[in-house]
T-cell receptor, first 116, second 112 residues
Framework: GAVVSQHPSWVICKSGTSVKIECRSL??????MFWYRQFPKQSLMLMAT?????????EQGVEKDKFLINHASLTLSTLTVTSAHPEDSSFYIC????????????FGEGSRLTVL | DAKTTQPNSMESNEEEPVHLPCNHS???????IHWYRQLPSQGPEYVIH???SNVNNRMASLAIAEDRKSSTLILHRATLRDAAVYYC?????????????FGTGTRLKVLA
């Protein structure tokens, strides 16, 4: 099946620094990718829809200047958490939509961010 | 937003069938019903999807109500490895884009 890979799988950073998370579709082209955030014991919350070659679409309440998304190619989307603070600590998960009519999503392994 | 409603948790004995329900009364005519599951500290894993007819694959079966306002994921013989949070998802066609909104999911506990 299709594979989506995230890197890094975990990262620890100091407060105030920026962290970049990469999401790659390994064996298919993804014009649309989605970024989710998940806090402990909670469901996945959609942060933004990443569109190749255009600006991302952010969900209400998600700061676009804090969570920078770049989808420069059909196989790579990046999420940069700028000036990270402890409250940004979370599990970040990306997904890519398959080209099938049914539109299944393929998810990355997730990236756990801990901000000290 | 297209929303789904699932029980928060369910329990099953190992080797027994499990029926995980999902209500999606606001489903649109061409929305597919997707099921995913998530193990701790992992990204969700695709389980099955359907549109109108019941579906079977090696992992599970999906039974879809005739009016499509509900569906049931069926694990025929639960194993300990099936313990996970199961999410029923519809695509949200709002604003012309397809978004996948996760509900709270059902946490399945499998008892040995």
């Amino acid at each position: 099946g299709a594979v989506v890979s995230q890197h890094p799988s975990w990262v620890i950073c100091k407060s105030g620094t920026s962290v970049k998370i990469e999401c790659r579709s390994l064996d298919f082209q993804a014009t649309t990718m989605f970024w989710y955030r998940q806090f402990p014991k909670q469901s996945l919350m959609l942060m933004a829809t990443s569109n190749e070659g255009s600006k991302a679409t952010y969900e209400q309440g998600v700061e676009k200047d804090k969570f920078l998304i770049n989808h420069a190619s059909l196989t790579l989307s990046t999420l940069t958490v700028t000036s990270a603070h402890p409250e940004d600590s979370s599990f970040y998960i990306c997904s890519a939509r398959s080209g099938y009519q049914s539109g299944e999503l393929f998810f990355g392994e997730g990236s756990r961010l801990t901000v000290l | 937003d297209a929303k789904t409603t699932q029980p928060n948790s369910m329990e099953s004995n190992e080797e027994e069938p499990v029926h995980l329900p999902c209500n999606h009364s606001t489903i649109s005519g061409t929305d597919y019903i997707h099921w995913y599951r998530q193990l701790p500290s992992q990204g969700p894993e695709y389980v099955i999807h359907g549109l109108t007819s019941n579906v079977n694959n090696r992992m599970a079966s999906l039974a879809i109500a005739e009016d499509r306002k509900s569906s049931t994921l069926i694990l025929h013989r639960a194993t300990l490895r099936d313990a996970a949070v199961y999410y029923c998802i519809l695509r949200d066609r709002g604003s012309g884009t397809y978004k996948y909104i996760f509900g709270t999911g059902t946490r399945l506990k499998v008892l040995a």
